[in-house]
């Protein structure tokens, strides 16, 4: 039995219609006009009268006024306070500065003063030391005074009549306040001062 090209298409369209409306009426979703939800099926009424939609959000009843934000005004230092006492400032401590000095007891001349600076100083009769010496029985690189971390030490450099602190002959010694430090007929007197320390000063008084 032929069908005829007239009847197959007399025969599909119905289908292709009862299709279509089960689509739009039971699959095809549609949105609320006043929430804008999706509804299924399409003749079901949205439920958005009676209540709160989670995903849209009420506008509020009132109208909020915002005031308008105060200009802001200079600060001046006459109108700070302080935060505690009378004054407010920074106090600054400066630490005590411990410095050496060698007063020198040479035979026919007057007594003079070294002040140590740096690391090292030499003590001999030749011009290419520190502390150069006339005294006859000084080598000419006799002894070297070395600070080393917060201490001086004095080293014999293999002099001839040798080196002494406070009667003793050394080789190497840790020399402290007012030692005597003897080298051939001159004497050496190690001193150490320190600076006070600087009392506390309100710098940023205000």
């Given at each position: 039995?032929?069908?005829?090209?007239?009847?197959?298409?007399?025969?599909?369209?119905?289908?292709?219609?009862?299709?279509?409306?089960?689509?739009?009426?039971?699959?095809?979703?549609?949105?609320?006009?006043?929430?804008?939800?999706?509804?299924?099926?399409?003749?079901?009424?949205?439920?958005?009268?009676?209540?709160?939609?989670?995903?849209?959000?009420?506008?509020?009843?009132?109208?909020?006024?915002?005031?308008?934000?105060?200009?802001?005004?200079?600060?001046?230092?006459?109108?700070?306070?302080?935060?505690?006492?009378?004054?407010?400032?920074?106090?600054?401590?400066?630490?005590?500065?411990?410095?050496?000095?060698?007063?020198?007891?040479?035979?026919?001349?007057?007594?003079?003063?070294?002040e140590?600076?740096?690391?090292?100083?030499?003590?001999?009769?030749?011009?290419?030391?520190?502390?150069?010496?006339?005294?006859?029985?000084?080598?000419?690189?006799?002894?070297?005074?070395?600070?080393?971390?917060k201490k001086?030490?004095?080293?014999?450099?293999?002099s001839?009549?040798?080196?002494?602190?406070?009667?003793?002959?050394?080789?190497?010694?840790?020399?402290?306040?007012?030692?005597s430090?003897?080298?051939?007929?001159?004497?050496?007197?190690?001193?150490?001062?320190?600076?006070?320390?600087?009392?506390?000063?309100?710098?940023?008084?205000?």
């Open positions: 039995m032929e069908i005829g090209t007239e009847n197959l298409v007399y025969f599909i369209f119905p289908i292709v219609v009862i299709i279509l409306g089960i689509y739009f009426l039971i699959i095809h979703k549609r949105k609320c006009p006043s929430c804008g939800r999706p509804v299924r099926p399409v003749w079901r009424e949205c439920s958005c009268d009676s209540e709160p939609s989670i995903f849209f959000s009420q506008e509020p009843e009132g109208k909020i006024e915002v005031g308008t934000p105060a200009e802001p005004q200079p600060l001046s230092y006459d109108d700070a306070q302080p935060l505690s006492g009378e004054s407010m400032g920074t106090e600054v401590m400066l630490p005590s500065i411990t410095s050496a000095r060698l007063l020198i007891e040479e035979q026919g001349m007057s007594e003079r003063s070294y140590i600076r740096g690391t090292a100083v030499s003590i001999g009769s030749g011009d290419d030391n520190d502390i150069v010496l006339t005294d006859k029985a000084v080598s000419g690189h006799h002894a070297k005074i070395r600070m080393e971390g001086h030490f004095i080293y014999d450099l293999a001839t009549n040798g080196t002494r602190v406070n009667g003793r002959k050394i080789a190497k010694r840790w020399i402290k306040e007012g030692d430090i003897e080298v051939g007929h001159t004497r050496l007197t190690f001193k150490l001062s320190e600076t006070p320390e600087a009392k506390p000063s309100n710098l940023l008084k205000m």
